[in-house]
């Protein structure tokens, strides 16, 4: 919404509150007061049993932080037509509403909670009728229905944004080094094959060996192709061959007679040459796309970064699977720019791109998103493994010089702080977590690695 919309909606609800005088807009505030927190727990009761609504919240979330929230909503909302300060109520709700389009919560559930609250008003009112109190539910339910209004304006226009977003996104990653991937998976995904026939043609017995949905090719797959060719039917049918090979692979693990071994062997070779032939079939696609690179260490840049967060915590929270992130920011930066030149600046920035890229897995992300600060973004990763990610990438920096055109050569040295996903559906939330990180290995003397509480 545009400062002009925000303040139309600004007079419309001091218009509201001028329809009733100061002694009911007290009590109206009163009321909220006095009843907020059973207001806030019907709305939660609603949200927990409906099955649409279940997905994103919890209880122990709703408890530990949304309560005090939506209680605090309530008041603030309501104190509104006592201290007059209805831009400050408009940009509050306006607020509201990008976080849900951000965590992806409908609007019509929002308003499903809204009549909640509305409907238990009317009942508490019930309970100890007075005259004055019909005027009073009146301005309440305006004011929550005017409230819901902003919220969905400022939710539908966010949502048609990251929708735009998305489409690109899909369109950008399915095109995003496609030659390099094509071979890297199709090699990734015959070390796994060949891995496991060497493993059992050596005669081993009681050996382990990785399900192909979390190899080097299957984490690629489920989270970077997968929706990157979304909506092709070829990919519910390689998720669906993948998940297919994990049984299988599962069955080879705990079999003891060699001929059902090797007609198992067979199945997921069979099952294998399936995915590489309907991978290809994805990749042949030709079209331009509008980069979302950077283009200096050709990371992947802002553009995309909320979108892609977005969506691994989704994954994440369906199959309650670990997700972190590393924020990491070169130390003393515009040293090496005032000292070495801007060029050797941009040598430190690009040997920073390789470092993150050959640090992780194909299903990992790794952005540029300021001027010497990037983010890995690790799925399917506890802090364990960020943290040993973490340390094999400040300590290469550290000990591997950047040599000028000039023929000087320099060290520089990064600090890194990680965050695991909590739970929250705001991805917000998780930034600020890897940033706040970030903020205290700095703090301890930078050049070192600091795990998020």
Not at 122 to 128: G, I, K, P, R, S
Not at 178 to 193: C, I, N, P, T, Y
Not at 235 to 250: F, M, S, T, W
Request: glycine share 4%.
């Amino acid at each position: 919404m545009n400062n002009e919309c925000m303040a139309m909606l600004a007079e419309q609800w001091e218009h509201i509150c001028q329809n009733y005088s100061s002694d009911e807009l007290l009590q109206a505030f009163k009321f909220i007061q006095d009843h907020s927190l059973i207001l806030v727990e019907e709305f939660y009761k609603k949200m927990l049993v409906e099955k649409e609504s279940a997905e994103f919240f919890s209880d122990e979330l709703i408890q530990q932080r949304l309560l005090n929230t939506l209680n605090a909503w309530l008041l603030e909302s309501f104190s509104v037509g006592i201290n007059k300060r209805y831009s400050e109520a408009v940009k509050k709700q306006h607020m509201v509403g990008q976080v849900h389009a951000r965590v992806g919560i409908p609007s019509w559930l929002i308003m499903r909670g809204v009549c909640e609250i509305e409907r238990k008003v009317f009942e508490l009112v019930a309970q100890n009728p007075q005259h004055h109190m019909i005027t009073i539910c009146s301005y309440i339910v305006r004011i929550m229905g005017f409230s819901t209004e902003i919220m969905c304006r400022s939710y539908e226009a966010n949502l048609e944004k990251n929708n735009d977003i998305k489409h690109s996104y899909r369109l950008f990653s399915a095109m995003q080094d496609v030659a390099v991937q094509k071979d890297k998976q199709r090699g990734s995904l015959l070390d796994w094959e060949n891995e496991l026939m060497f493993k059992v043609f050596s005669d081993n017995t009681g050996f382990n060996h990785l399900v192909l949905s979390k190899s080097e090719f299957g984490l690629w797959f489920i989270h970077k192709a997968a929706y990157a060719f979304a909506g092709s039917e070829q990919v519910d049918v390689i998720i669906g061959r993948i998940h297919e090979v994990d049984q299988l692979n599962q069955q080879v693990l705990v079999c003891t007679e060699k001929d059902k071994t090797i007609q198992l062997i067979q199945c997921i070779r069979e099952k294998n040459r399936e995915i590489q032939h309907l991978v290809d079939q994805l990749f042949q696609v030709s079209e331009y796309i509008e980069s979302g690179n950077d283009s200096l260490t050709q990371l992947l840049n802002r553009r995309y970064l909320n979108t892609i967060i977005s969506r691994e915590i989704s994954f994440s929270r369906k199959n309650n699977a670990p997700l972190s992130l590393l924020a990491i920011d070169a130390d003393h930066f515009k040293r090496i720019n005032d000292k070495h030149g801007h060029a050797a600046g941009d040598l430190a920035l690009q040997f920073m791109g390789e470092v993150l890229v050959e640090s992780v897995k194909g299903s990992d992300y790794a952005f540029r998103v300021g001027g010497e600060e990037f983010l890995l973004l690790l799925v399917d990763s506890d802090l364990t493994r960020a943290q040993e990610i973490a340390e094999t990438i400040r300590k290469r920096v550290q000990e591997t010089p950047i040599r000028t055109i000039a023929g000087n050569s320099f060290n520089f040295t990064v600090s890194i702080g990680c965050s695991l996903y909590d739970g929250h559906p705001d991805y917000k939330r998780f930034l600020d977590a890897a940033d706040s990180a970030l903020y205290a290995a700095k703090n301890n003397g930078r050049n070192n690695v600091y795990l998020g509480k």
